[in-house]
């Protein structure tokens, strides 16, 4: 009986926990403490897993570690011990057994946030962000208040973000961009608010043929980032390309309103007069591939053309034109008539169906040039300075005023021999080219 009475008291002594030292400094911060269910705070599992605890933070693990067994010897279905075991197992740098613990835990209680924010150490030590990162986030998801998580959340998506984004442009550089798409997928799932990272991937769909792709993506981007003027010029460029000009051109305004650009000013204007010529009727637009140009022909090219500068100039003749009611270039007709840049015949007729000749183009020409002189006056003197004599067109020659200015200025050059052929007719192509030529000087 003294036997038995000294082998229970072993027994016990064996049993009962060691009281922890007092710990002012935790020597694992980062742990996260593995709580006891409320039901079992006040009970003696949940005072020895706290002594277990103190041992551990205390810097004694191989003491937390029996303390810990020894818990859950009594209650092998304990899982804050078995967490706790997990925590000594980091403490000592044995990852992989951390892991075996932490998964029991969860075994027995799936959403056990210490147990899910412990896993996330294991992983993070043994290289694997990836499932780190979903188990640090599982456990915020259970309690947002865990702040090492956070902290090792933020850490992991940019970490995760840098390689992703890495991987995406290097396959956009060497052109596969199927793994760019995807891995630009991936690095926005670990920032879906980074509004770059949905125009880069709006960039890898559209030099992958998925406009429709690209431009959701880049509109995206807009969404969360309105200011970004280069997501904007790509939307524009979707859309031209597209030929939704008028939205493509509200694209590109939107841009240099947001960063001036003047490569982005000359698209504005190219496509200004791309929607400009889309407006005018079909005659206007086989202008430039007529083999010869009619007087209505030139009439429409120079109101087109010079429109802002013809309406700000006053009427100067009060010609009456009887024969271009219903013909399609009738408006700009009036315009070139009532400043006497093609004058009426004397029957009061236009003729607007009669082929022009290089002598009646160069009279038109001649009249441009005097209004832009009006308002450079530098530039008649430059002119008159290069008058020179045409092989074909003597100064006694009615035409040779208009025919000199015209070559002096550029805007119609002679042939190679140094003739001037003021008789011979004009083409579409002659003709356009001399307007672009007045334009520029315009400018």
Not at 17 to 26: C, E, H, L, Q, T
Not at 80 to 108: I, K, N
Not at 393 to 404: E, K
Request: include cysteine.
């Amino acid at each position: 009986m003294l036997a038995a009475a000294v082998m229970l008291l072993v027994a016990a002594c064996a049993a009962r926990v060691v009281p922890p030292p007092r710990v002012d400094i935790p020597r694992y911060p980062d742990f996260v403490y593995p709580e006891v269910p409320a039901d079992l705070r006040a009970s003696q599992l949940g005072v020895d897993q706290n002594t277990a605890w103190q041992w551990l933070q205390s810097g004694s693990p191989r003491t937390a570690e029996r303390t810990f067994q020894t818990v859950l010897d009594r209650s092998p279905s304990f899982y804050p011990a078995e967490a706790g075991l997990g925590f000594v197992e980091l403490s000592g740098g044995d990852y992989e057994r951390a892991l075996v613990r932490f998964d029991r835990a969860l075994g027995m209680a799936m959403t056990y946030a210490p147990a899910l924010a412990g896993r996330g150490e294991a992983l993070l030590a043994l290289g694997r962000d990836g499932e780190a990162l979903e188990s640090f986030e599982a456990a915020l998801g259970v309690d947002a208040t865990l702040e090492t998580a956070k902290r090792r959340v933020e850490v992991l998506q940019f970490r995760l973000l840098q390689a992703n984004l890495a991987d995406a442009r290097r396959a956009a550089e060497a052109g596969r961009y199927d793994d760019a798409i995807e891995a630009y997928r991936l690095a926005i799932a670990a920032s879906p608010e980074s509004a770059f990272l949905y125009r880069e991937l709006g960039q890898a769909e559209r030099r992958n043929g998925n406009a429709g792709a690209a431009l959701q993506q880049f509109q995206r981007a807009i969404e969360i980032d309105p200011s970004d003027a280069a997501t904007w010029r790509e939307v524009g460029a979707v859309l031209e390309e597209g030929q939704d000009l008028n939205a493509a051109l509200a694209a590109y305004t939107a841009a240099v309103g947001l960063a001036p650009d003047p490569v982005l000013d000359q698209r504005i204007a190219r496509l200004r007069a791309s929607l400009a010529l889309a407006r005018l009727p079909p005659e206007y637009q086989n202008v430039v591939s007529a083999p010869i140009v009619t007087r209505g022909d030139l009439a429409a090219l120079i109101g087109v053309r010079f429109e802002a500068l013809l309406r700000s100039l006053a009427t100067r003749t009060l010609e009456v034109v009887t024969d271009t009611r219903g013909h399609w270039a009738a408006p700009w007709i009036f315009e070139v008539t009532r400043l006497g840049i093609i004058e009426p015949y004397q029957n009061h007729t236009f003729q607007p169906r009669g082929a022009v000749r290089r002598g009646e183009l160069a009279q038109s020409v001649s009249q441009l040039l005097a209004l832009f002189a009006e308002r450079n006056p530098a530039l008649a003197t430059q002119w008159e300075a290069g008058r020179q004599p045409i092989a074909d067109v003597p100064q006694s020659n009615l035409n040779y005023p208009a025919v000199s200015i015209a070559v002096a200025s550029g805007a119609i050059p002679l042939f190679d021999d140094g003739t001037f052929r003021s008789t011979r007719s004009v083409s579409g192509s002659e003709a356009v080219a001399v307007i672009d030529r007045l334009a520029a000087l315009a400018r």
